[in-house]
Protein backbone atom coordinates (compact mmCIF):
# COMPACT_ATOMS: atom_id res chain seq x y z
CA UNK A 1 0.00 0.00 0.00
CA UNK A 2 1.62 2.95 -0.69
CA UNK A 3 -0.30 5.18 0.08
CA UNK A 4 1.44 5.03 3.31
CA UNK A 5 4.60 5.81 2.04
CA UNK A 6 3.18 8.70 -0.01
CA UNK A 7 1.35 10.22 3.95
CA UNK A 8 4.68 9.70 5.54
CA UNK A 9 6.26 12.16 2.40
CA UNK A 10 3.57 14.27 2.76
CA UNK A 11 3.99 15.05 5.92
CA UNK A 12 8.03 15.70 5.32
CA UNK A 13 6.59 18.58 3.20
CA UNK A 14 4.69 19.64 6.13
CA UNK A 15 7.42 19.53 8.66
CA UNK A 16 9.14 21.71 6.31
CA UNK A 17 7.04 24.66 5.64
CA UNK A 18 5.96 25.00 8.86
CA UNK A 19 9.54 25.16 10.71
CA UNK A 20 10.89 27.20 7.38
CA UNK A 21 7.97 29.59 7.91
CA UNK A 22 7.12 28.91 11.74
CA UNK A 23 3.49 27.96 11.17
CA UNK A 24 1.80 26.37 14.51
CA UNK A 25 -1.16 24.24 13.20
CA UNK A 26 -1.99 22.96 9.49
CA UNK A 27 -5.89 22.95 8.69
CA UNK A 28 -5.83 21.39 5.43
CA UNK A 29 -4.08 20.13 2.39
CA UNK A 30 -5.28 19.96 -0.86
CA UNK A 31 -3.77 17.74 -3.22
CA UNK A 32 -3.98 17.16 -7.15
CA UNK A 33 -3.26 14.34 -8.84
CA UNK A 34 -4.20 12.38 -12.01
CA UNK A 35 -6.93 9.86 -12.33
CA UNK A 36 -4.77 7.05 -13.61
CA UNK A 37 -2.33 7.62 -10.38
CA UNK A 38 -3.32 4.89 -8.73
CA UNK A 39 -3.71 6.83 -5.37
CA UNK A 40 -6.74 5.21 -3.73
CA UNK A 41 -8.16 8.44 -1.77
CA UNK A 42 -9.53 6.57 1.24
CA UNK A 43 -6.35 4.49 1.72
CA UNK A 44 -4.30 8.13 1.53
CA UNK A 45 -6.83 9.72 4.26
CA UNK A 46 -6.07 6.76 6.37
CA UNK A 47 -2.52 6.76 5.97
CA UNK A 48 -2.93 10.36 6.61
CA UNK A 49 -4.67 10.66 9.64
CA UNK A 50 -2.31 7.34 11.38
CA UNK A 51 0.78 9.00 10.51
CA UNK A 52 -0.17 12.92 11.56
CA UNK A 53 -0.92 12.59 15.04
CA UNK A 54 1.26 14.19 17.29
CA UNK A 55 2.04 16.53 14.27
CA UNK A 56 0.96 20.03 13.21
CA UNK A 57 -1.07 18.11 10.72
CA UNK A 58 -2.80 16.14 13.35
CA UNK A 59 -6.65 16.11 12.23
CA UNK A 60 -5.94 18.37 8.98
CA UNK A 61 -8.44 17.41 6.07
CA UNK A 62 -7.26 16.38 3.04
CA UNK A 63 -8.81 17.48 0.03
CA UNK A 64 -8.19 15.95 -3.09
CA UNK A 65 -8.65 17.21 -6.85
CA UNK A 66 -8.42 14.25 -9.68
CA UNK A 67 -7.19 15.65 -12.35
CA UNK A 68 -9.04 13.81 -15.60
CA UNK A 69 -7.07 12.38 -18.16
CA UNK A 70 -6.83 14.16 -21.61
CA UNK A 71 -6.61 12.46 -24.87
CA UNK A 72 -5.40 13.60 -28.32
CA UNK A 73 -7.09 12.00 -31.56
CA UNK A 74 -5.08 12.08 -34.41
CA UNK A 75 -8.18 12.10 -36.74
CA UNK A 76 -9.60 15.37 -35.91
CA UNK A 77 -6.53 17.04 -34.59
CA UNK A 78 -8.17 17.48 -30.61
CA UNK A 79 -7.31 16.79 -26.77
CA UNK A 80 -10.29 16.18 -24.50
CA UNK A 81 -11.39 14.84 -21.54
CA UNK A 82 -12.10 11.32 -21.87
CA UNK A 83 -12.63 7.86 -20.36
CA UNK A 84 -9.00 5.88 -20.17
CA UNK A 85 -11.18 2.82 -20.33
CA UNK A 86 -12.91 3.62 -23.84
CA UNK A 87 -9.60 4.51 -26.33
CA UNK A 88 -11.98 6.22 -28.58
CA UNK A 89 -12.24 10.21 -29.50
CA UNK A 90 -14.80 11.78 -27.44
CA UNK A 91 -15.20 14.15 -30.14
CA UNK A 92 -15.40 12.34 -33.19
CA UNK A 93 -15.31 8.70 -32.16
CA UNK A 94 -12.05 7.96 -33.91
CA UNK A 95 -9.98 5.37 -32.57
CA UNK A 96 -6.76 7.05 -33.16
CA UNK A 97 -5.87 8.15 -30.22
CA UNK A 98 -3.63 8.95 -26.93
CA UNK A 99 -3.27 9.45 -23.68
CA UNK A 100 -1.35 12.73 -23.22
CA UNK A 101 -2.02 13.54 -19.14
CA UNK A 102 -3.96 14.12 -16.95
CA UNK A 103 -4.96 17.95 -16.35
CA UNK A 104 -7.14 20.43 -18.63
CA UNK A 105 -7.40 20.36 -22.00
CA UNK A 106 -4.69 23.26 -23.85
CA UNK A 107 -8.58 23.95 -25.92
CA UNK A 108 -11.00 26.38 -24.52
Request: hydrophobic share 35%.
Given at each position: ?H??T ?12 T??DDI????SI???F ?7 P??L ?15 A ?10 I ?5 D??E ?12 G???V??T?N ?6
Amino acid sequence: MHEFTLAQCLLEIVDEYTRKDDIARVNSIRLSFGRLSSVEPSALRFAFEFQAKGTKAEGASLEFEILPVIIYCASCDKEEKGDPYKLVCPVCGGSQVVLTGNGETSNP
